[in-house]
């Protein structure tokens, strides 16, 4: 095999045991790698119903074949695992070295099960596995973690590890690199601190094999230099995805106070211009030169990382109109290792239910110094804290009144920063998401604002479902970022070259699709098999705040999204996926993807639709 490895590394913590191990070429033609790899390996391997938190649980990290490769932006991987926050299938994508050290030592993915009898390294070095004694890690938050063992293993070394968050089992805590580089959202940090695996670090030397290895050198030179011709690209070294604030504001998007409203009156106060001014310096991902992360002085004096949704969410979304202050809530979430998204959106919960006297405890909008205290409860589980750590799903059940009205999420997973009153293709893509309320897989809110908000017809469908299998299926498993694309313009049939050069397949982008559909549907019954008689098409549908209670400010005052229309909307979107009036893909459409392994495993589950 040429581009990718045909290896894993099996990893046994129980055990204290590591095998190399050959996977099938078939494996890699039909799923590609990344998300395709990690839903193939869950799927095959999982009992259905195990606790997510339980030994049995992999936790999979999975690189795609043009991973590591001199490539643009070709230093990510996913982290996947079934997802304690949701029950279903959870992954992540992160920006690290890891990606490129795991593939340079002979493994296109590394699969860890069963659970550590103490606080345990992981030390991948090319073909030689440890287990070190992390007994001196234990309690250290993320950047002194990864601090001390740079200190060791070189400042180009894969380090992905966990914070307190992860340690505590707080169920959105997520994986954290390069010190504010992070990942996992649905809860992988906390699956990581169920197997006592407090770090994994990986060195590779080796080489990548390439089927046409000049081709692939020219061409990767060419489109390094091509990425720096594009319009957006001066902007976007200066601003990133900061730019989307003001966007957002601009578009009724911003998510402010608990998903409430669109917009934010110190939205300036937080935007992409602000931090322009108080930028220190600039991060990125390996074997990229659009780098985007921004780095900012906290008003700790600390660096902070800033993206747009750390911001939105952990300032418009909680009312907090000072990007130093919203800086330092980032930074203290990338030290315990907590996912920002869910984390603005557990504690915007928490204000709107102190505010509407549901809890005794006072958190008020933007409040800086009690939200600050709130942030370290959550990831050490004391009071009101322990119950935000189980997820907006979890609490709104715990404090009952209406608070499932307003609780943020789809499918136990917290919406990401786009507020969707009036967005309804971007609300169809939250809901249909495969891992819960994520934008990652069809970021439809940009082109929807320019087609027109008030429609629910098919042309909204059809984009949902060519940016989940452009996104969502094809960058997943390539697993390289798909910034050049979406927001430089970077043309798509680069990534066929590559994929060429790298491995000898010749693919279209219709090849492309069916592997994305493939991936997606195994997805689909996986989570149909966990949830067996309790799935329902209702786990596809947003949240209820969005249908039920109009936007009170800004351009957009009175929009709310229509339940009927939305219902023909996703009625239309099974249809397109070939999945029944459930959301079940059927017997056919599994068949015709190659899944028929598949369709005999989740017949045991759920009765079939031909
Ligand atoms: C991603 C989600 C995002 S998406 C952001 S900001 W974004 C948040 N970042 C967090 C953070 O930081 N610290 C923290 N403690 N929690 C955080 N949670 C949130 O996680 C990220 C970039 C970004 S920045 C985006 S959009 C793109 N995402 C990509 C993707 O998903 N796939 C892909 N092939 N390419 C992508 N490129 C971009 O990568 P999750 P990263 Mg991320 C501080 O992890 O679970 O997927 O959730 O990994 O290396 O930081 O790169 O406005
Ligand atoms: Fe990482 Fe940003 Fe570069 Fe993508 S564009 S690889 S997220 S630094």
């Known amino acids: ?145 990864e601090r001390r063992l740079r200190e060791v293993y070189g400042s180009t070394a894969g380090v992905l590890c966990i914070g307190q968050g992860g340690e505590n089992l707080v169920k959105f805590a997520n994986i954290v690199c390069q010190r504010g580089r992070a990942g996992g959202r649905p809860g992988m940090g906390a699956v990581m601190g169920s197997k006592n695996l407090k770090a994994v670090v990986i060195v590779g030397s080796g080489e990548l094999s390439a089927a046409y290895p000049k081709d692939l050198k020219e061409l990767g030179s060419e489109a390094y230099r091509e990425i720096l011709t594009k319009p957006p690209y001066a902007f976007w070294k200066r601003q990133g995805t900061m ?164 609780a943020m999420h789809v499918k136990g997973l917290e919406a990401s920063a786009y507020d969707c009153h009036a967005a309804p293709a971007m609300a169809l893509a939250f809901a249909t998401s495969p891992i819960g309320a994520h934008h990652k897989d069809a970021w439809v809110i940009s082109w929807e604002v320019k087609v027109g908000r008030e429609s629910y017809d098919e042309e909204k469908v059809d984009k949902v479902i060519e940016f989940q299998r452009i996104r969502g299926g094809v960058f997943e498993a390539l697993t390289v970022c798909r910034l050049p694309w979406i927001e430089l313009g970077f043309e798509l049939e680069w990534y066929t070259k590559f994929l060429h050069a790298a491995t000898g397949l010749k693919v279209n982008s219709e090849d492309l699709n069916v592997i994305a559909d493939r991936i997606y549907a195994l997805i689909r019954a996986f989570w149909v098999r966990e949830f067996g008689k309790n799935w329902s098409r209702e786990m596809d549908v947003p949240p209820a705040r969005w249908f039920e209670e109009p936007l009170t400010k800004g351009a957009l005052k009175g929009a709310k999204l229509d339940r009927t229309k939305y219902d023909d909307m996703l009625r239309m979107y099974y249809q397109k996926r070939g999945w029944d009036e459930r959301g079940i893909p059927t017997k056919t459409t599994l068949e015709r993807l190659g899944l028929k392994d598949a369709t005999k495993k989740l017949k045991k589950h759920v009765k079939l639709s031909e």
């Open 1 to 145: 095999m040429y581009g990718w490895n045909g290896k894993l590394l099996r990893v046994n913590l129980s055990k204290n045991k590591a095998a190399v191990q050959k996977y099938d070429e078939g494996i890699a033609r039909n799923f590609l790698g990344g998300r395709g790899f990690a839903i193939k390996f869950l799927w095959d391997e999982l009992k259905p119903g195990i606790d997510p938190l339980s030994p049995e649980n992999r936790l999979i990290f999975a690189a795609g074949p043009l991973t590591g490769f001199a490539l643009p932006s070709s230093g990510k991987l996913v982290v996947a695992a079934k997802s304690p926050l949701t029950g279903g299938y959870g992954d992540g994508n992160l920006g690290t070295y890891a990606a490129v050290q795991m593939r340079k030592a002979g493994y296109d993915a590394i699969i860890v099960e069963g659970k550590a009898k103490k606080p345990t390294i992981l030390l991948v070095q090319d073909r030689l596995t440890q287990f070190l004694d992390a007994g001196d890690f234990w309690g250290l938050n993320s950047f002194e973690t």
């Open 243 to 406: 730019m989307t604030i003001e966007w957002s504001q601009e578009n009724s998007v911003l998510p402010t106070c608990n998903y409430r409203e669109g917009v934010f009156e110190k939205a300036e106060a937080i935007g992409g211009f602000t931090m322009e001014k108080l930028k220190t310096s600039q991060r990125g991902c390996p074997n990229c030169n659009m780098t985007c992360g921004n780095v900012i002085k906290d008003s700790d004096r600390k660096e902070s990382e800033i993206d747009y949704e750390n911001v939105a969410m952990l300032g418009s979304n909680i009312g907090l109109g000072n990007l130093r202050r919203v800086a330092t809530l980032n930074r203290i979430a990338d030290e315990l290792g907590l996912d920002t998204i869910s984390l603005g959106n557990v504690i915007g919960f928490a204000m709107e239910a102190s505010e509407k006297g549901l809890i005794e405890e006072k958190v008020s909008w933007g409040k800086f110094k009690e939200t600050k205290a709130l942030v370290e409860d959550i990831a050490y589980r004391r009071g009101l804290g322990n119950i935000l750590a189980e997820g907006v799903r979890f609490a709104a059940e715990k404090i009952g009144g209406d608070s499932s009205r307003w």
